[in-house]
Protein backbone atom coordinates (compact mmCIF):
# COMPACT_ATOMS: atom_id res chain seq x y z
CA UNK A 1 0.00 0.00 0.00
CA UNK A 2 1.19 3.35 -0.67
CA UNK A 3 1.60 5.44 2.18
CA UNK A 4 0.95 9.64 1.91
CA UNK A 5 3.74 11.87 0.90
CA UNK A 6 3.52 14.82 3.41
CA UNK A 7 3.66 18.50 2.27
CA UNK A 8 6.09 21.39 2.47
CA UNK A 9 6.51 24.47 1.61
CA UNK A 10 7.10 23.93 -2.39
CA UNK A 11 8.33 27.48 -3.64
CA UNK A 12 12.29 25.93 -3.03
CA UNK A 13 12.03 22.51 -5.40
CA UNK A 14 10.30 24.31 -8.04
CA UNK A 15 13.01 27.11 -7.80
CA UNK A 16 15.82 24.71 -8.28
CA UNK A 17 13.73 22.53 -10.56
CA UNK A 18 13.42 25.67 -13.20
CA UNK A 19 16.39 27.97 -12.18
CA UNK A 20 18.83 24.63 -12.66
CA UNK A 21 17.24 22.31 -14.61
CA UNK A 22 15.13 24.38 -16.79
CA UNK A 23 11.71 22.58 -16.46
CA UNK A 24 8.47 24.42 -15.12
CA UNK A 25 6.34 21.37 -13.66
CA UNK A 26 7.53 18.33 -12.24
CA UNK A 27 5.84 14.92 -13.82
CA UNK A 28 3.49 12.95 -12.05
CA UNK A 29 4.68 12.41 -8.72
CA UNK A 30 8.12 13.71 -8.73
CA UNK A 31 7.37 16.03 -6.25
CA UNK A 32 5.90 13.78 -4.03
CA UNK A 33 8.37 11.61 -3.52
CA UNK A 34 10.85 14.76 -2.66
CA UNK A 35 8.51 16.01 -0.39
CA UNK A 36 8.53 12.20 1.16
CA UNK A 37 12.69 12.53 1.04
CA UNK A 38 13.13 16.29 2.44
CA UNK A 39 10.89 15.25 5.43
CA UNK A 40 13.52 12.15 6.33
CA UNK A 41 11.22 9.59 4.83
CA UNK A 42 12.53 6.17 3.16
CA UNK A 43 10.92 5.93 -0.34
CA UNK A 44 10.89 3.61 -3.20
CA UNK A 45 10.35 4.98 -6.81
CA UNK A 46 9.18 2.75 -9.54
CA UNK A 47 9.34 4.93 -12.66
CA UNK A 48 10.14 3.99 -16.13
CA UNK A 49 13.25 4.84 -17.83
CA UNK A 50 13.29 8.21 -18.95
CA UNK A 51 10.81 8.78 -16.46
CA UNK A 52 12.74 11.70 -14.35
CA UNK A 53 13.62 8.91 -11.69
CA UNK A 54 17.17 11.26 -11.17
CA UNK A 55 15.53 14.16 -10.06
CA UNK A 56 13.69 12.41 -7.25
CA UNK A 57 17.56 12.47 -5.96
CA UNK A 58 19.05 15.66 -7.30
CA UNK A 59 16.99 17.80 -6.33
CA UNK A 60 16.79 17.06 -2.60
CA UNK A 61 20.45 16.74 -2.64
CA UNK A 62 20.69 20.47 -3.74
CA UNK A 63 17.79 22.01 -0.88
CA UNK A 64 18.96 19.38 1.89
CA UNK A 65 22.27 20.95 4.16
CA UNK A 66 24.28 17.75 3.84
CA UNK A 67 26.22 15.45 1.40
CA UNK A 68 23.92 12.41 -1.21
CA UNK A 69 25.37 9.43 -1.74
CA UNK A 70 24.52 8.14 -4.74
CA UNK A 71 25.22 4.20 -5.41
CA UNK A 72 25.28 2.91 -9.34
CA UNK A 73 26.01 -0.17 -10.71
CA UNK A 74 28.18 1.04 -13.57
CA UNK A 75 31.12 3.13 -14.37
CA UNK A 76 29.96 4.39 -17.15
CA UNK A 77 26.81 5.30 -16.09
CA UNK A 78 28.00 7.38 -12.89
CA UNK A 79 30.42 9.32 -14.97
CA UNK A 80 27.41 10.19 -17.03
CA UNK A 81 25.29 11.16 -14.46
CA UNK A 82 27.87 13.17 -12.95
CA UNK A 83 28.88 14.72 -16.27
CA UNK A 84 25.88 16.16 -16.98
CA UNK A 85 25.04 17.08 -13.50
CA UNK A 86 28.99 18.85 -13.78
CA UNK A 87 27.21 20.72 -17.46
CA UNK A 88 24.94 22.58 -14.74
CA UNK A 89 27.45 23.46 -12.26
CA UNK A 90 26.38 21.41 -9.47
CA UNK A 91 28.93 19.92 -7.44
CA UNK A 92 29.00 16.42 -7.96
CA UNK A 93 31.78 13.84 -8.50
CA UNK A 94 32.31 10.00 -8.57
CA UNK A 95 34.55 7.66 -7.24
CA UNK A 96 35.94 4.10 -8.63
CA UNK A 97 38.87 2.66 -10.31
CA UNK A 98 38.91 4.66 -13.44
CA UNK A 99 40.29 7.38 -10.77
CA UNK A 100 44.08 7.70 -10.02
CA UNK A 101 44.80 7.85 -5.99
CA UNK A 102 45.54 11.67 -6.32
CA UNK A 103 42.60 11.80 -7.91
CA UNK A 104 40.42 9.88 -4.97
CA UNK A 105 42.38 11.70 -2.21
CA UNK A 106 41.38 15.13 -3.53
CA UNK A 107 37.95 14.14 -3.77
CA UNK A 108 38.61 13.31 -0.11
CA UNK A 109 39.69 16.20 0.90
CA UNK A 110 36.39 18.36 -0.92
CA UNK A 111 34.08 15.88 1.28
CA UNK A 112 35.62 16.70 4.32
CA UNK A 113 35.34 20.13 3.30
CA UNK A 114 31.73 19.82 2.39
CA UNK A 115 32.44 20.86 -1.35
CA UNK A 116 30.74 18.26 -2.69
CA UNK A 117 26.70 17.48 -2.91
CA UNK A 118 26.38 14.47 -4.57
CA UNK A 119 28.99 11.50 -5.12
CA UNK A 120 28.52 8.53 -6.98
CA UNK A 121 30.03 4.91 -5.81
CA UNK A 122 29.06 1.56 -7.03
CA UNK A 123 27.90 -0.46 -3.89
CA UNK A 124 31.35 -2.58 -3.90
CA UNK A 125 33.22 0.79 -2.57
CA UNK A 126 30.16 1.45 -0.34
CA UNK A 127 30.66 -1.01 1.52
CA UNK A 128 33.84 -1.19 2.03
CA UNK A 129 34.75 -0.64 5.74
CA UNK A 130 37.26 2.00 5.17
CA UNK A 131 34.74 4.20 2.81
CA UNK A 132 32.23 3.35 5.30
CA UNK A 133 34.32 4.82 8.35
CA UNK A 134 34.84 8.22 5.86
CA UNK A 135 30.99 8.29 5.82
CA UNK A 136 30.47 8.27 9.64
CA UNK A 137 32.79 11.51 9.56
CA UNK A 138 30.33 13.51 6.96
CA UNK A 139 27.24 15.25 7.26
CA UNK A 140 25.25 12.58 4.76
CA UNK A 141 21.55 13.47 4.17
CA UNK A 142 20.57 10.83 1.67
CA UNK A 143 21.18 7.81 0.74
CA UNK A 144 19.77 6.94 -3.24
CA UNK A 145 20.45 3.47 -4.52
CA UNK A 146 19.76 3.25 -8.54
CA UNK A 147 19.01 -0.13 -10.27
CA UNK A 148 17.20 -0.87 -6.86
CA UNK A 149 16.20 -4.05 -8.78
CA UNK A 150 19.68 -5.59 -8.39
CA UNK A 151 18.95 -5.45 -4.74
CA UNK A 152 16.45 -8.57 -5.08
CA UNK A 153 16.78 -11.72 -4.94
CA UNK A 154 13.91 -12.14 -7.59
CA UNK A 155 15.53 -9.26 -9.78
CA UNK A 156 17.13 -9.69 -13.35
CA UNK A 157 19.80 -8.35 -12.85
CA UNK A 158 21.29 -9.84 -9.18
CA UNK A 159 24.47 -8.76 -7.84
CA UNK A 160 25.56 -10.01 -4.73
CA UNK A 161 27.01 -6.72 -2.80
CA UNK A 162 23.69 -5.11 -3.56
CA UNK A 163 21.97 -7.26 -1.21
CA UNK A 164 24.40 -5.75 1.45
CA UNK A 165 23.10 -2.41 1.06
CA UNK A 166 20.72 -2.62 4.29
CA UNK A 167 24.50 -2.28 6.07
CA UNK A 168 23.71 1.19 5.56
CA UNK A 169 20.43 1.51 7.00
CA UNK A 170 21.86 0.00 9.92
CA UNK A 171 24.85 2.39 10.62
CA UNK A 172 22.94 5.25 9.43
CA UNK A 173 19.55 4.54 10.35
CA UNK A 174 18.63 8.17 10.69
CA UNK A 175 19.43 8.74 7.29
CA UNK A 176 16.33 8.15 4.83
CA UNK A 177 17.18 5.99 1.80
CA UNK A 178 15.53 6.09 -1.27
CA UNK A 179 15.71 2.78 -4.02
CA UNK A 180 14.95 3.84 -7.49
CA UNK A 181 13.87 1.31 -10.70
CA UNK A 182 12.38 1.06 -13.50
CA UNK A 183 11.69 -2.09 -13.74
CA UNK A 184 9.40 -4.60 -10.71
CA UNK A 185 7.03 -6.85 -10.44
CA UNK A 186 5.42 -6.81 -7.26
CA UNK A 187 7.83 -9.63 -5.63
CA UNK A 188 10.65 -7.44 -6.46
CA UNK A 189 8.92 -4.58 -4.89
CA UNK A 190 8.32 -6.16 -2.00
CA UNK A 191 11.82 -8.01 -1.53
CA UNK A 192 13.48 -4.35 -2.34
CA UNK A 193 11.72 -3.05 0.72
CA UNK A 194 12.82 -6.11 2.51
CA UNK A 195 16.22 -6.55 1.32
CA UNK A 196 17.25 -2.76 2.27
CA UNK A 197 15.36 -2.58 5.40
CA UNK A 198 13.48 -0.11 4.53
CA UNK A 199 11.14 1.78 7.09
CA UNK A 200 7.60 2.62 6.42
CA UNK A 201 8.66 3.97 3.26
CA UNK A 202 6.79 6.38 0.77
CA UNK A 203 6.35 4.10 -2.51
CA UNK A 204 5.36 5.83 -5.93
CA UNK A 205 4.38 3.11 -8.70
CA UNK A 206 4.37 5.76 -11.68
CA UNK A 207 2.73 4.36 -15.11
CA UNK A 208 4.55 1.62 -16.88
CA UNK A 209 3.16 2.44 -19.97
CA UNK A 210 5.91 4.65 -22.74
CA UNK A 211 3.26 6.18 -25.42
CA UNK A 212 6.02 7.30 -27.31
CA UNK A 213 7.80 3.44 -28.28
CA UNK A 214 5.86 1.72 -31.08
CA UNK A 215 6.10 -2.35 -30.13
CA UNK A 216 6.71 -4.57 -32.88
CA UNK A 217 7.49 -8.52 -33.13
CA UNK A 218 8.14 -9.60 -36.75
CA UNK A 219 8.65 -13.23 -37.43
CA UNK A 220 11.90 -14.80 -37.95
CA UNK A 221 12.53 -15.64 -41.84
CA UNK A 222 15.93 -14.21 -42.64
CA UNK A 223 16.68 -11.27 -39.97
CA UNK A 224 19.77 -10.16 -41.42
CA UNK A 225 17.90 -9.27 -44.73
CA UNK A 226 14.94 -7.71 -42.63
CA UNK A 227 17.36 -5.82 -40.37
CA UNK A 228 18.99 -4.49 -43.38
CA UNK A 229 15.70 -3.58 -44.71
CA UNK A 230 14.48 -1.99 -41.71
CA UNK A 231 18.07 -0.06 -41.31
CA UNK A 232 17.27 1.84 -44.77
CA UNK A 233 14.74 3.98 -43.46
CA UNK A 234 16.44 4.71 -40.02
CA UNK A 235 19.09 6.49 -42.04
CA UNK A 236 22.19 8.60 -39.29
CA UNK A 237 19.18 7.22 -36.34
CA UNK A 238 20.67 5.90 -33.51
CA UNK A 239 19.88 2.35 -32.37
CA UNK A 240 20.65 -0.48 -30.05
CA UNK A 241 20.42 -4.37 -31.35
CA UNK A 242 20.61 -6.57 -28.81
CA UNK A 243 22.36 -10.46 -30.07
CA UNK A 244 22.08 -13.72 -27.38
CA UNK A 245 25.80 -14.47 -28.75
CA UNK A 246 29.27 -12.64 -28.89
CA UNK A 247 29.68 -14.33 -31.86
CA UNK A 248 26.45 -13.33 -33.57
CA UNK A 249 27.29 -9.45 -31.86
CA UNK A 250 30.71 -9.63 -33.83
CA UNK A 251 28.79 -11.12 -36.94
CA UNK A 252 25.95 -8.84 -37.54
CA UNK A 253 28.07 -5.95 -36.57
CA UNK A 254 31.03 -6.83 -39.10
CA UNK A 255 27.90 -7.07 -41.99
CA UNK A 256 26.28 -3.68 -41.22
CA UNK A 257 30.06 -2.18 -41.08
CA UNK A 258 30.22 -3.80 -44.55
CA UNK A 259 26.85 -2.58 -45.48
CA UNK A 260 27.74 1.28 -44.88
CA UNK A 261 26.82 1.73 -41.29
CA UNK A 262 28.50 3.20 -38.49
CA UNK A 263 28.25 0.71 -36.46
CA UNK A 264 30.19 -0.92 -33.39
CA UNK A 265 30.13 -4.20 -31.58
CA UNK A 266 30.38 -4.20 -27.62
CA UNK A 267 30.21 -7.80 -25.60
CA UNK A 268 31.83 -9.10 -22.68
CA UNK A 269 34.44 -10.52 -24.72
CA UNK A 270 36.31 -6.92 -25.61
CA UNK A 271 38.52 -5.23 -23.46
CA UNK A 272 37.12 -2.66 -21.10
CA UNK A 273 38.78 -0.11 -23.03
CA UNK A 274 37.35 -1.44 -26.29
CA UNK A 275 33.72 -1.23 -24.20
CA UNK A 276 34.82 1.85 -23.12
CA UNK A 277 35.44 3.18 -26.10
CA UNK A 278 31.92 2.07 -27.78
CA UNK A 279 30.45 3.53 -25.51
CA UNK A 280 31.52 6.70 -25.43
CA UNK A 281 31.94 7.10 -29.58
CA UNK A 282 27.51 6.03 -29.15
CA UNK A 283 27.33 9.00 -26.12
CA UNK A 284 28.43 11.47 -28.58
CA UNK A 285 26.81 10.56 -31.62
CA UNK A 286 30.37 9.12 -33.59
CA UNK A 287 28.98 5.72 -33.64
CA UNK A 288 25.42 5.36 -34.82
CA UNK A 289 23.98 1.71 -33.78
CA UNK A 290 25.63 -0.61 -31.57
CA UNK A 291 25.19 -4.33 -31.53
CA UNK A 292 25.27 -5.85 -28.54
CA UNK A 293 24.79 -8.61 -25.78
CA UNK A 294 22.76 -8.10 -23.08
CA UNK A 295 25.97 -6.33 -20.91
CA UNK A 296 25.55 -3.30 -23.10
CA UNK A 297 22.81 -0.92 -21.59
CA UNK A 298 21.90 -0.33 -18.16
CA UNK A 299 24.41 2.68 -17.62
CA UNK A 300 23.18 4.14 -20.83
CA UNK A 301 21.83 7.57 -20.28
CA UNK A 302 21.53 8.60 -24.39
CA UNK A 303 18.27 10.34 -24.68
CA UNK A 304 18.00 10.40 -28.76
CA UNK A 305 17.95 6.46 -29.07
CA UNK A 306 15.62 5.93 -31.66
CA UNK A 307 14.99 2.23 -31.79
CA UNK A 308 15.70 -0.97 -29.97
CA UNK A 309 15.73 -4.07 -31.85
CA UNK A 310 16.04 -7.71 -30.53
CA UNK A 311 17.94 -10.13 -32.82
CA UNK A 312 16.28 -12.97 -30.56
CA UNK A 313 14.01 -13.38 -28.17
CA UNK A 314 15.10 -12.09 -24.46
CA UNK A 315 14.96 -14.43 -21.42
CA UNK A 316 12.03 -12.47 -19.41
CA UNK A 317 9.39 -9.44 -20.25
CA UNK A 318 11.51 -7.62 -16.85
CA UNK A 319 14.39 -7.62 -19.27
CA UNK A 320 12.61 -6.98 -22.45
CA UNK A 321 11.01 -3.60 -21.07
CA UNK A 322 14.50 -2.41 -19.39
CA UNK A 323 15.93 -3.13 -22.89
CA UNK A 324 13.37 -1.42 -24.95
CA UNK A 325 13.16 1.65 -22.40
CA UNK A 326 16.49 2.89 -23.86
CA UNK A 327 15.01 3.97 -26.47
CA UNK A 328 12.85 7.30 -26.45
CA UNK A 329 14.14 8.51 -23.40
CA UNK A 330 13.28 12.19 -24.48
CA UNK A 331 10.02 11.16 -24.63
CA UNK A 332 9.90 11.25 -28.68
CA UNK A 333 8.84 8.80 -31.23
CA UNK A 334 10.56 5.71 -30.98
CA UNK A 335 10.80 1.67 -32.28
CA UNK A 336 10.85 -1.03 -30.32
CA UNK A 337 11.23 -4.46 -32.68
CA UNK A 338 11.78 -7.94 -31.80
CA UNK A 339 12.53 -10.94 -34.46
CA UNK A 340 11.21 -14.07 -33.28
CA UNK A 341 11.49 -17.65 -34.33
CA UNK A 342 9.12 -20.06 -31.95
CA UNK A 343 12.19 -22.44 -32.59
CA UNK A 344 13.87 -20.24 -30.11
CA UNK A 345 11.62 -21.16 -27.18
CA UNK A 346 12.74 -25.11 -26.67
CA UNK A 347 16.82 -23.46 -26.98
CA UNK A 348 16.10 -20.62 -24.11
CA UNK A 349 14.43 -23.49 -22.01
CA UNK A 350 17.22 -25.68 -22.08
CA UNK A 351 19.58 -22.67 -20.43
CA UNK A 352 17.43 -23.20 -17.19
CA UNK A 353 18.78 -26.54 -16.96
CA UNK A 354 21.76 -25.39 -16.18
CA UNK A 355 20.23 -23.58 -13.01
CA UNK A 356 21.32 -25.24 -9.54
CA UNK A 357 18.89 -23.80 -7.46
CA UNK A 358 15.41 -25.41 -7.90
CA UNK A 359 13.12 -22.52 -6.84
CA UNK A 360 15.23 -19.75 -8.74
CA UNK A 361 14.78 -22.16 -11.92
CA UNK A 362 10.90 -22.09 -11.74
CA UNK A 363 10.97 -18.26 -11.62
CA UNK A 364 12.96 -17.69 -14.50
CA UNK A 365 11.19 -20.67 -16.02
CA UNK A 366 7.95 -18.82 -15.39
CA UNK A 367 9.34 -15.47 -16.65
CA UNK A 368 10.45 -16.99 -19.63
CA UNK A 369 6.76 -18.21 -20.38
CA UNK A 370 5.97 -15.31 -19.71
CA UNK A 371 8.03 -13.86 -22.68
CA UNK A 372 7.33 -16.38 -24.73
CA UNK A 373 2.96 -15.76 -24.60
CA UNK A 374 4.05 -11.72 -25.35
CA UNK A 375 6.04 -13.20 -28.38
CA UNK A 376 2.90 -15.07 -29.57
CA UNK A 377 0.33 -13.25 -28.47
CA UNK A 378 -2.21 -12.09 -30.98
CA UNK A 379 -3.93 -9.13 -29.12
CA UNK A 380 -2.39 -5.53 -28.33
CA UNK A 381 1.43 -5.61 -27.23
CA UNK A 382 1.65 -2.67 -24.79
CA UNK A 383 -1.74 -4.16 -22.73
CA UNK A 384 0.11 -7.49 -22.62
CA UNK A 385 3.21 -5.72 -20.92
CA UNK A 386 1.23 -3.46 -18.59
CA UNK A 387 -1.01 -6.18 -17.70
CA UNK A 388 2.68 -8.55 -16.39
CA UNK A 389 3.50 -4.86 -13.92
CA UNK A 390 -0.17 -4.92 -12.63
CA UNK A 391 -1.29 -1.86 -14.84
CA UNK A 392 -4.75 -2.76 -16.30
CA UNK A 393 -5.27 -0.96 -19.71
CA UNK A 394 -8.51 -1.58 -21.30
CA UNK A 395 -8.07 -0.33 -24.26
CA UNK A 396 -6.01 -1.36 -27.24
CA UNK A 397 -2.93 1.09 -27.62
CA UNK A 398 -2.85 1.71 -31.30
CA UNK A 399 0.91 2.42 -31.39
CA UNK A 400 1.54 -1.67 -31.97
CA UNK A 401 1.95 -3.93 -34.82
CA UNK A 402 -1.05 -5.60 -33.82
CA UNK A 403 -3.38 -2.46 -33.44
CA UNK A 404 -1.86 -0.78 -36.43
CA UNK A 405 -1.41 -3.99 -38.65
CA UNK A 406 -4.23 -6.27 -37.02
CA UNK A 407 -3.55 -9.99 -37.67
CA UNK A 408 -5.59 -11.56 -40.32
CA UNK A 409 -6.71 -15.13 -40.81
CA UNK A 410 -7.64 -17.52 -43.60
CA UNK A 411 -9.03 -21.09 -44.29
CA UNK A 412 -5.75 -23.28 -44.15
CA UNK A 413 -7.06 -26.36 -44.14
CA UNK A 414 -5.67 -27.68 -47.36
CA UNK A 415 -2.45 -25.99 -46.90
CA UNK A 416 -2.22 -27.54 -43.56
CA UNK A 417 -3.14 -30.56 -44.86
CA UNK A 418 -0.49 -30.22 -47.25
CA UNK A 419 2.36 -29.92 -45.29
CA UNK A 420 1.53 -32.90 -42.82
CA UNK A 421 1.10 -35.00 -45.28
CA UNK A 422 4.45 -34.22 -46.63
CA UNK A 423 6.14 -34.98 -43.18
CA UNK A 424 4.15 -38.10 -43.02
CA UNK A 425 5.11 -39.39 -46.46
CA UNK A 426 9.18 -38.40 -45.16
CA UNK A 427 8.91 -41.03 -42.57
CA UNK A 428 8.84 -38.01 -39.23
CA UNK A 429 12.60 -37.89 -40.15
CA UNK A 430 13.00 -34.29 -41.10
CA UNK A 431 12.75 -30.06 -39.70
CA UNK A 432 11.40 -27.72 -40.48
CA UNK A 433 13.70 -26.83 -43.48
CA UNK A 434 13.73 -29.73 -45.22
CA UNK A 435 9.84 -30.03 -45.28
CA UNK A 436 9.88 -26.27 -46.69
CA UNK A 437 12.29 -27.53 -49.41
CA UNK A 438 10.12 -30.38 -50.26
CA UNK A 439 6.73 -28.57 -50.28
CA UNK A 440 8.60 -26.13 -52.99
CA UNK A 441 10.28 -29.08 -54.94
CA UNK A 442 13.84 -28.04 -54.39
CA UNK A 443 16.30 -29.41 -56.55
CA UNK A 444 18.87 -30.49 -53.71
CA UNK A 445 21.23 -33.37 -53.51
CA UNK A 446 19.86 -34.31 -50.04
CA UNK A 447 16.25 -34.82 -51.52
CA UNK A 448 17.43 -36.63 -54.34
CA UNK A 449 19.67 -39.06 -52.17
CA UNK A 450 16.62 -39.66 -50.41
CA UNK A 451 14.36 -40.39 -52.96
CA UNK A 452 11.96 -37.58 -51.81
CA UNK A 453 11.69 -35.61 -55.04
CA UNK A 454 9.54 -39.10 -56.04
CA UNK A 455 6.98 -38.14 -53.01
CA UNK A 456 3.57 -36.82 -54.40
CA UNK A 457 3.95 -34.06 -51.90
CA UNK A 458 7.15 -32.74 -53.51
CA UNK A 459 6.55 -29.60 -55.26
CA UNK A 460 2.70 -29.28 -53.92
CA UNK A 461 3.35 -26.10 -52.75
CA UNK A 462 5.84 -24.31 -55.05
CA UNK A 463 3.62 -21.27 -55.07
CA UNK A 464 3.93 -20.26 -52.24
CA UNK A 465 6.70 -18.66 -50.43
CA UNK A 466 9.65 -20.62 -48.17
CA UNK A 467 8.22 -18.11 -45.56
CA UNK A 468 5.05 -18.59 -45.88
CA UNK A 469 5.69 -22.45 -45.26
CA UNK A 470 7.83 -21.86 -42.74
CA UNK A 471 5.14 -20.01 -40.87
CA UNK A 472 2.71 -22.37 -41.42
CA UNK A 473 4.54 -24.76 -40.29
CA UNK A 474 5.13 -23.36 -36.93
CA UNK A 475 1.66 -22.38 -36.52
CA UNK A 476 0.76 -25.93 -36.99
CA UNK A 477 2.67 -26.68 -33.54
CA UNK A 478 1.30 -23.75 -32.13
CA UNK A 479 -2.00 -25.68 -32.69
CA UNK A 480 -0.33 -28.96 -31.53
CA UNK A 481 -0.70 -30.60 -34.98
CA UNK A 482 2.90 -31.36 -35.15
CA UNK A 483 6.08 -31.48 -32.58
CA UNK A 484 9.26 -31.11 -32.58
CA UNK A 485 11.46 -34.16 -31.38
CA UNK A 486 14.45 -31.95 -29.97
CA UNK A 487 16.22 -35.61 -29.36
CA UNK A 488 16.10 -36.56 -33.61
CA UNK A 489 17.94 -32.91 -34.32
CA UNK A 490 13.76 -30.95 -34.09
CA UNK A 491 12.39 -33.21 -36.37
CA UNK A 492 8.61 -32.53 -37.11
CA UNK A 493 6.46 -35.49 -35.97
CA UNK A 494 2.58 -35.79 -36.55
CA UNK A 495 0.47 -35.76 -33.06
CA UNK A 496 -2.93 -37.62 -32.81
CA UNK A 497 -4.64 -34.40 -33.36
CA UNK A 498 -3.10 -34.05 -36.56
CA UNK A 499 -5.30 -37.13 -38.06
CA UNK A 500 -8.84 -35.10 -37.76
CA UNK A 501 -7.06 -32.37 -40.15
CA UNK A 502 -5.97 -34.68 -42.71
CA UNK A 503 -9.42 -36.43 -42.95
CA UNK A 504 -10.84 -33.17 -43.27
CA UNK A 505 -13.48 -33.14 -40.13
CA UNK A 506 -13.07 -29.66 -39.55
CA UNK A 507 -11.97 -26.19 -41.10
CA UNK A 508 -8.56 -24.88 -39.46
CA UNK A 509 -8.07 -21.35 -39.40
CA UNK A 510 -4.41 -20.20 -39.93
CA UNK A 511 -3.22 -16.54 -39.26
CA UNK A 512 -2.22 -15.01 -43.05
CA UNK A 513 1.77 -15.02 -42.47
CA UNK A 514 3.76 -11.77 -42.50
CA UNK A 515 5.85 -11.98 -45.09
CA UNK A 516 6.56 -7.41 -44.94
CA UNK A 517 6.68 -6.01 -41.57
CA UNK A 518 4.50 -2.66 -42.07
CA UNK A 519 7.15 -0.09 -40.50
CA UNK A 520 5.44 3.48 -41.06
CA UNK A 521 7.79 6.57 -40.54
CA UNK A 522 7.55 8.69 -38.13
CA UNK A 523 8.71 12.52 -37.41
CA UNK A 524 10.17 11.86 -34.64
CA UNK A 525 9.86 15.88 -33.79
CA UNK A 526 6.48 16.51 -35.58
CA UNK A 527 4.84 17.40 -32.44
CA UNK A 528 6.78 20.33 -32.09
CA UNK A 529 6.18 22.14 -35.83
CA UNK A 530 9.62 23.14 -36.26
CA UNK A 531 11.77 24.29 -38.79
CA UNK A 532 13.85 21.29 -40.35
CA UNK A 533 16.97 23.24 -41.45
CA UNK A 534 17.68 25.13 -38.65
CA UNK A 535 17.04 22.03 -36.52
CA UNK A 536 19.87 20.66 -38.71
CA UNK A 537 21.97 23.67 -37.56
CA UNK A 538 21.70 23.65 -34.17
CA UNK A 539 22.47 19.96 -33.63
CA UNK A 540 26.11 20.61 -35.72
CA UNK A 541 26.70 23.63 -33.23
CA UNK A 542 25.46 21.44 -30.44
CA UNK A 543 28.07 18.68 -31.45
CA UNK A 544 30.95 21.34 -31.79
CA UNK A 545 29.99 22.85 -28.13
CA UNK A 546 29.82 19.28 -26.62
CA UNK A 547 32.98 17.98 -28.42
CA UNK A 548 35.20 21.83 -26.85
CA UNK A 549 33.97 20.52 -23.78
CA UNK A 550 34.60 16.74 -24.74
CA UNK A 551 31.19 15.67 -23.41
CA UNK A 552 28.19 13.56 -25.24
CA UNK A 553 25.93 15.85 -27.23
CA UNK A 554 23.49 15.59 -24.78
CA UNK A 555 24.65 17.06 -22.15
CA UNK A 556 24.79 20.31 -23.64
CA UNK A 557 20.84 20.35 -25.05
CA UNK A 558 18.45 17.25 -26.23
CA UNK A 559 16.72 16.57 -29.22
CA UNK A 560 13.61 17.97 -27.49
CA UNK A 561 14.71 21.13 -26.66
CA UNK A 562 16.63 21.72 -29.98
CA UNK A 563 13.40 21.43 -31.65
CA UNK A 564 11.70 23.44 -29.45
CA UNK A 565 14.65 26.00 -30.45
CA UNK A 566 13.42 25.41 -33.74
CA UNK A 567 10.02 26.34 -33.05
CA UNK A 568 10.34 29.19 -30.83
CA UNK A 569 13.36 30.76 -32.79
CA UNK A 570 14.47 32.32 -29.54
CA UNK A 571 16.73 35.53 -29.55
CA UNK A 572 16.82 37.22 -26.28
CA UNK A 573 17.70 36.04 -22.79
CA UNK A 574 13.72 35.84 -21.44
CA UNK A 575 13.11 33.73 -24.59
CA UNK A 576 15.62 31.71 -24.54
CA UNK A 577 14.55 30.57 -20.63
CA UNK A 578 11.10 29.47 -22.09
CA UNK A 579 12.64 26.61 -23.75
CA UNK A 580 12.41 23.61 -22.06
CA UNK A 581 15.33 21.99 -20.75
CA UNK A 582 17.31 25.47 -20.48
CA UNK A 583 18.03 26.57 -16.70
CA UNK A 584 20.18 29.66 -15.97
CA UNK A 585 23.41 27.43 -16.10
CA UNK A 586 22.65 26.23 -19.74
CA UNK A 587 21.52 30.04 -20.54
CA UNK A 588 24.96 31.38 -19.59
CA UNK A 589 27.08 28.67 -20.82
CA UNK A 590 25.40 28.10 -24.16
CA UNK A 591 22.88 30.52 -24.69
CA UNK A 592 24.97 32.88 -26.67
CA UNK A 593 26.44 31.04 -29.60
CA UNK A 594 22.41 28.99 -30.12
CA UNK A 595 20.63 32.47 -29.77
CA UNK A 596 23.59 33.89 -32.37
CA UNK A 597 22.66 31.06 -34.93
CA UNK A 598 19.27 31.48 -34.49
CA UNK A 599 19.34 35.42 -35.22
CA UNK A 600 21.47 34.59 -38.47
CA UNK A 601 19.27 31.99 -39.96
CA UNK A 602 16.26 34.48 -39.20
CA UNK A 603 18.76 37.65 -41.44
CA UNK A 604 19.14 35.05 -44.19
CA UNK A 605 15.81 33.56 -44.47
Not at 62 to 91: F, H, N, R, W, Y
Not at 114 to 143: C, M, T, W
Not at 286 to 314: C, E, Q, S
Not at 393 to 402: A, F, L, M, T
Request: proline residues 4%.
Amino acid sequence: MENQAPNIEQTNIHTVLKEIFGYSEFRDGQSAVINAVLCAQDALVLLPTGGGKSLCYQIPALTLPGLTVVISPLISLMQDQVAQLQALEIKAEFINNSLTFEQQQDIYQRLHHGDIKLLYVAPEKVLQYEFKERLSNLHISLFAIDEAHCVSHWGHDFRPHYCRLSELKQQFPTVPMMALTATADIATRNDIVHQLGLSQPYIHTGSFDRPNIRYTIEEKFKPLSQLMRYLKTQKGQSGIIYCTSRKRVDEVAEKLADAGYNAAAYHAGMSNEQRQFVQTAFARDDVHIVVATVAFGMGINKPNVRFVLHYDIPKSIEAYYQETGRAGRDGLAAEAIMYFDPADIGRVKRFFEDITDEQRRRVEEQRFNAMASFAEAQTCRRQILLNYFSEYKREPCGNCDICLNPPKRFDGTLAAQQALSCVYRAEQRFGLGYIVDVLRGANTSRIRDNQHHTLSTYGIGKQHSNEFWLSVLRQLIHHGLLAQDITQGASLRLTEAARAVLKGEYTLQLAEPRLQAKHVYQDKLAQFNYDKKLFAKLRSLRKELADEDDVPPYVVFNDKTLAEMAQLMPTSDSEFLKVSGVGFTKLSKYGAPFMQLIRNYLAAS
